[in-house]
């Protein structure tokens, strides 16, 4: 599936599941964005220190991220001072700190968040692992591990649970 068709279908399920939560939508307000412009994509896959995994890229040039879900998915703006991104990496460091190499990932590994939680519980990370593993997503945070080889496989996850059956660990 092409990742404007499956954007779309998230963005279908959100706005189906917010609406479902009462007449004026209780829930979290899905919000798609604008696409991110090439140069602040340019910009943050040099902060990521890796190259972006072309599911994520796509996403990207889709909608500077997504927000709906009980994570919200990182854009480009959110690296804004004040922005998301600040409690991302508040979380990668907690991440950092909890010991990765239990599931498989070397304290080496680079991590860059691409989405997280407002109470910085949760989050998703790019991984870099330099070949090692195909997987390059990891969702990690309240007691789960799972990994994702593209983003397309995190979007199809998120929108159905059912969809995907993700490894917990790297460790073979």
């Known amino acids: 599936m092409q990742m404007k068709e499956l954007v779309g279908q998230v963005m279908a399920t ?6 479902a ?7 979290r307000r899905p919000v798609i964005r604008p696409p991110a412009e090439p140069w602040a994509l340019a910009e943050l896959e040099a902060r990521a ?5 072309v599911g994520y890229r796509q996403f990207l ?24 991104g600040e409690a ?3 979380f990668r460091e907690t991440v950092l700190d909890s010991d990765p190499e239990d599931v498989g990932i070397s304290p080496q590994t680079p991590l ?10 949760q989050g998703i990370f790019l991984i870099d692992t ?17 990994f994702f080889v593209g ?15 993700p490894r917990e660990s790297l460790c073979t």
């Not at 939560?21 to 829930?27: E, F, H, L």
């Not at 040039?61 to 998301?84: K, R």
């Not at 860059?112 to 519980?121: E, G, K, L, M, Y």
């Not at 983003?151 to 059956?165: E, I, K, Y």
């Open 14 to 19: 959100l706005v189906k599941s917010y609406f």
């Open 151 to 165: 983003f397309a496989d995190v979007l199809a996850f998120l929108n159905d649970v059912g969809s995907r059956d």
């Open 49 to 53: 220190g890796q190259l972006f995994e």
């Open 88 to 90: 991302a990496e508040e």
């Open 61 to 84: 040039s889709l909608t500077d991220g997504l927000e709906g879900f009980p994570l919200v998915l990182l854009g480009c703006q959110d690296w804004e001072p004040g922005g998301l």
């Open 130 to 146: 330099a070949g090692a593993a195909e997987e390059r997503f990891w969702w990690t945070g309240e007691g789960d591990s799972f």
């Open 21 to 27: 939560d009462s007449p004026m939508g209780a829930g």
């Open 112 to 121: 860059f968040p691409v989405a997280v939680n407002v109470d910085r519980s």
